[in-house]
């Protein structure tokens, strides 16, 4: 399988969403994040692009275009990954896809199924947020293979901030987990 993973944002152009008091960074997590999922994914037997990058399908031409490079590898499927962030006090993990009865859907199932196991043994606080349909989304628009986008958990709550920070191998290797039942359950 060939899986394409975006960390959202990009360092030293745009950083996502911060947590000023832990001087946390969003493009720093998803990228350090998406980094150990891409070697247990590898480790796995998957083949693996990972690119970060502020162009998401042509708007920043001095980039190279995520969309674009997914479609041309072409990637089986595409993962982006993010951090959320509201009000400080919302917590929780959510998976976006564009149509929850459709193959991104299937995926996100079985991400969001090993995502919210591994969170909850390690703080049985942190809701599962669910699957949410987003239509207006331009990685999930603009790339022909099921695409997610994983907002793995708020950046600006400290609690999650903690977790995204500490955790990040029970992290990646659930949403490695996820992507290979998905795998199995394809073939
Ligand atoms: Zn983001």
Not at 35 to 50: D, F, I, N, Q, Y
Request: overall charge negative; glycine content about 6%.
């Amino acid at each position: 399988m060939k899986v394409f993973i975006n960390p959202g944002h990009m360092p030293g152009i745009d950083s996502g969403a911060v947590n000023g008091h832990l001087l946390l960074r969003e493009c720093d997590i998803v990228l350090s994040l998406g980094r150990l999922l891409a070697s247990k994914l590898e480790s796995a037997g998957c083949t693996v692009m990972l690119l970060q990058s502020d162009n998401l399908c042509g708007e920043a031409p001095a980039f190279p275009n995520v969309c674009h490079a997914a479609n041309n590898w072409p990637a089986d499927i595409f993962i982006s990954m993010h951090c959320n962030a509201y009000n400080t006090t919302v917590r929780g993990t959510e998976i976006l896809c564009r149509k929850e009865k459709s193959q991104a859907g299937i995926l996100a199932q079985h991400i969001r199924q090993q995502l919210s196991k591994t969170l909850h043994g390690i703080d049985s606080d942190i809701p599962d947020r669910g699957i949410k349909e987003r239509l207006d989304l331009i990685v999930l628009n603009h790339t022909v293979m099921p695409a997610i986008l994983i907002e793995v958990a708020f950046i600006d709550n400290d609690a999650d901030a903690r977790i995204l920070v500490e955790k990040q191998n029970s992290l990646a290797s659930a949403i490695a987990r996820g992507i290979t039942d998905y795998w199995c359950h394809l073939n």
